[in-house]
């Protein structure tokens, strides 16, 4: 399995940008397409968006679309999530996943998850 590290969580007001980073370790990064989950308390793990190995397909979640921008460099093993106009509702635990095919990637390795407080 790929191992995932997550870092760039934070507290920040409404309206501010963070960027979340992911680094993966333990098989061939280009091999797997990536993703970013989301999830709050008493709440399921929401899908939030995706890419493809090569980074020239992206998915999102319709909540973020605008405003989030998923992207990788294969040559750093390591999958970015730019968030720009963060509101209160996107305060939560932020999980990055990996998996070899872009639709089944809540079952593929997850990261260890980092918060992000998005204050109003």
């Known amino acids: 399995q790929v191992q995932l590290v997550e870092s760039g969580g934070g507290l920040v007001q409404a309206g501010g940008s963070l960027r979340l980073s992911c680094a993966a370790s333990g098989r061939t990064f280009s091999d797997y397409s990536m993703g970013w989950f989301r999830q709050t308390p008493g709440k399921e793990r929401e899908f939030v968006a995706a890419?493809?190995?090569?980074?020239?397909?992206?998915y999102y979640v319709d909540s973020v679309k605008g405003r989030f921008t998923i992207s990788r460099d294969n040559a750093k093993n390591t999958v970015y999530l730019q968030m720009n106009s963060l509101k209160p509702e996107d305060t939560a635990v932020y999980y990055c996943?990996?998996?070899?095919?872009?639709?089944?990637?809540?079952?593929?390795?997850w990261g260890q998850g980092t918060q992000v407080t998005v204050s109003s």
């Open positions: 890419i493809n190995w090569s980074g020239d397909s992206t």
């Open positions: 996943a990996a998996h070899p095919s872009i639709k089944s990637l809540a079952k593929g390795s």
